[in-house]
Structure formats: structure tokens, C-alpha cells
């Protein structure tokens, strides 16, 4: 295993920690507001903090890009790590089991190691860029379900003054229409996971950060799926607006995105 590997397993497990030692006091946790629809709870800092100390330890000249602490560490290092420390703050909030810690190492702006870990299940999924990818050691495969008809799918979507949200409800509602169904539990992170684990066959949303998803699109690559924007291209990590899936459905995906009119969906 990469070092780099073991310290960000280590990373993910200690910031765990953090959140199971929380969950069951969810009612008196601090939230505030970053914008509409947007909470963050002293647990998501307190969170990145254990992961962010954890990781300088080991790599003090390393950079460091988190969703509360946003950049810190060496703006110019040749390996930088993108952290979510609380991807599904609003499912914790509820006490509704569903979010992770995702923990991606890029080096000069490729990701090349991931880890998202899912306190709850104690479920921990890995990859390395050309290794593969892992749950809890074993090798992960995408689907192979064909085509939209049998797959099940995974969204999220989050009303924040930026997206089209009609035009969103028009792309569900096909995919609605042609899949087995759609799932939405609330962590882009987690979703990204279970296409890696082929327990979703497909999943797409707008405007996500990269700390949602770098780890994430790893995980789905060295499974064997494919990643790209709501054209197929890339541009997803700038634009956060991913599509991801097995080679079989991604296709399927692109097509009906493409059809629906609204793969310029309006962010601004």
C-alpha cells in the first residue's frame, strides 16, 4: 500500500471517530448557515481538524484544500489534499445515517489516491490512480447492468439560488421514465462510492465542489466506470456538474442529459 494511502486511511478513521463520538447528541450540536439550503455544524470542523492535523503530521510541505478551512498549508506544493470531512452535514443534522469522510491526495492536480469512509457501516473504500479500487481490501467493479432499463441510478440535488432547479426536475423525470428508479441519499461522496461498489449503476449532479468528488471519481475509475460532465467531456472537476457510471449506462446517461435540453443547465 502507498504511504500516502496508509496516512490518509489513518486520516479518514481518526475524523470518524469525531463523528461517531457526536451522533448520538445531534439535537444539541451547534448549525449555522453558509448560504441557502447550505449548514455547517462545530462537528464539521472539529472533524477536519483531526483529519487536516493528521495528514500535516506526516506531510507538513503539503497543501491542503477543505470545504470549511477552504486552502491552507503551501499554495505551490507539488501534492495538495482536497478534504470533505462531513459529506451529508444535513443527513447528519437529522441523524439520518447516511455521510462519509472523503479524502483525496492530488499530485500537480491529478488525484492519485482516495478514501472515503463511512463511519456508520465502518465501511472504508480506497483507490489508487492505476491500482484499483478497494472495500475494506476487496476489489471493486462497476455494474454491469445494460443500458438505462435496469439500472438504478443516484442524484442529489439541493435547492441554492444558483441551479435551474425546473430544468433539473426535467432531467429526473426521464431518467425517472427509463431507469429501474432513482436513489438520493444525500452524500454525492458516498453515491460515487456505491457506483465504484456497482450497488448504483449511474449517478449525476450539479454543481458540487472538488472536495465532494475528487475521491469519488477515482473510486468510480479504477472500478472500471467512466466519469464526465453533463456532455461526457471533462471539465467536471471545474464545473462540478458529474455524471458518472458503469460503460454500459454512462452512454445512456449522456444521451438523455443531451436530448433533455438541458445539459446547459444555469449555475450563475
Not at 102 to 116: F, Y
Request: aromatic content about 10%.
Amino acid at each position: 500500500m502507498h504511504p500516502m494511502m496508509n496516512i490518509a486511511i489513518r486520516a479518514a478513521r481518526a475524523g470518524g471517530r469525531v463523528l461517531t463520538q457526536h451522533m448520538d447528541r445531534v439535537e444539541s450540536i451547534k448549525v449555522d448557515s453558509k448560504g441557502l439550503n447550505d449548514f455547517v455544524t462545530e462537528v464539521d470542523f472539529l472533524t477536519e481538524r483531526e483529519i487536516v492535523s493528521t495528514l500535516s503530521r506526516s506531510y507538513p510541505e503539503h497543501g491542503f484544500i477543505a470545504e470549511e478551512s477552504g486552502e491552507t498549508g503551501n499554495p505551490d506544493a507539488e501534492f495538495k489534499w482536497y478534504i470533505d470531512p462531513l459529506d451529508g452535514t444535513k443527513n447528519f443534522i437529522h441523524g439520518y445515517p447516511s455521510f462519509c469522510v472523503s479524502i483525496a491526495a492530488a499530485q500537480h492536480g491529478k488525484v492519485e489516491q482516495a478514501v472515503i469512509y463511512n463511519p456508520v457501516s465502518q465501511e472504508l473504500f480506497t483507490a489508487t490512480r492505476g491500482g484499483g479500487a478497494t472495500l475494506d481490501g476487496k476489489r471493486l467493479r462497476v455494474g454491469k447492468r445494460n443500458g438505462l432499463e435496469e439500472a438504478l441510478l443516484g442524484t442529489g440535488y439541493d435547492f441554492n439560488g444558483k441551479t435551474d432547479y425546473p430544468a433539473y426536475l426535467k432531467t429526473q423525470r426521464r431518467f425517472t421514465a427509463l431507469s429501474s428508479g432513482i436513489r438520493s441519499q444525500g452524500s454525492a461522496a458516498l453515491d460515487l462510492a456505491y457506483v465504484a461498489a456497482g450497488r448504483l449503476d449511474g449517478f449525476w449532479e450539479y454543481d458540487l465542489k472538488p472536495w465532494d468528488i475528487a475521491a469519488g471519481a477515482l473510486l468510480v475509475r479504477e472500478a472500471g466506470g467512466l466519469v464526465g460532465d453533463m456532455s461526457g467531456e471533462e471539465g467536471w472537476f471545474e464545473s462540478g456538474n458529474l455524471v458518472a457510471a458503469s460503460p454500459r449506462v454512462f452512454g445512456a446517461m449522456i444521451h438523455t442529459i443531451k436530448s433533455s435540453k438541458v445539459f446547459d443547465i444555469n449555475l450563475n
